[in-house]
């Protein structure tokens, strides 16, 4: 069965860095486009970033372009996103989710969810 | 960059039905599909609805969604206690090249 796990999640100080990383199972990874949604605390659903299912392509929401950047390892079945210059606001519920179709957010499967606190 | 307009709130009683709206533009809802979450505590999201009107399997059939132009809806018949939670609308935008993710709407079950 398809399996999504996040890992990397944790407290972090401002202005530092962190990575998370999605093992994903059950599926052929390299056919599938990927991406990273946050939720904050108490707030609304966020998209992150998505990255075509070869790595060719890879778009990112205003609010963390320039600082993250979203990878794969299609040979490790792994999907990773490091965050650079971690901000309070960039505290949030990070989940990695597959695309069914393409790269247009039709979600089909989403892992569990890794935390990431970003405090002083 | 949230150009998904979603009501912040709406209600209704038990067994009533409720719309929820979310309202884009010509460049994310007018070209691209409209999905539908409902938030579910300490999990990821459930899809309720994807490419504007579809259900996946296990979604109870009092869900339904529809689009118009650059305009989509949510609609919940038969409400229940468990629908009291927030919604969420999504659409790709080809402008923006990003995905957007509407405000939210609380549902209140009276």
């Known amino acids: 069965q398809v399996q999504l796990v996040e890992s990397g999640g944790g407290v972090v100080q401002p202005g530092r860095s962190l990575r998370l990383s999605c093992a994903a199972s059950?599926?052929?990874?390299?056919?599938?486009?990927m991406h990273w949604v946050r939720q904050a605390p108490g707030k609304g659903l966020e998209w992150v970033a998505v990255?075509?299912?070869?790595?060719?392509?890879?778009y990112y929401g205003d609010s963390v372009k320039g600082r993250f950047t979203i990878s794969r390892d299609n040979s490790k079945n792994t999907l990773d996103l490091q965050m650079n210059s971690l901000r309070a606001e960039d505290s949030a519920v990070y989940y990695c989710?597959?695309?069914?179709?393409?790269?247009?957010?039709?979600?089909?499967?989403w892992g569990q969810g890794i935390l990431v606190t970003v405090s002083s | 960059q949230s150009v998904l307009t979603q009501p912040p709130s709406a209600s209704g009683t038990p067994g009533q039905k409720v719309t929820i709206s979310c309202s884009g533009s010509?460049?994310?809802?007018?070209?691209?599909?409209v999905y539908w979450y409902q938030e579910l505590p300490g999990t990821a999201p459930k899809l309720l609805i994807y490419?504007?009107?579809q259900r996946p399997s296990g979604v109870p059939d009092r869900f339904s969604g529809s689009k118009s132009g650059t305009s989509a809806s949510l609609a919940i018949s038969g409400l229940r206690s468990e629908d009291e939670t927030n919604y969420y609308c999504?659409?790709?935008?080809?402008?923006?090249?990003?995905?957007?993710f509407g405000g939210g709407t609380k549902l209140t079950v009276l």
């Open positions: 490419g504007n009107n």
């Open positions: 010509s460049s994310n809802i007018g070209s691209n599909s």
């Open positions: 989710a597959r695309d069914r179709r393409d790269y247009k957010g039709d979600f089909d499967y």
């Open positions: 059950g599926f052929t990874f390299s056919s599938y486009g």
């Open positions: 999504s659409s790709w935008d080809d402008s923006l090249s990003a995905l957007l």
């Open positions: 990255i075509w299912y070869d790595g060719s392509k890879k």
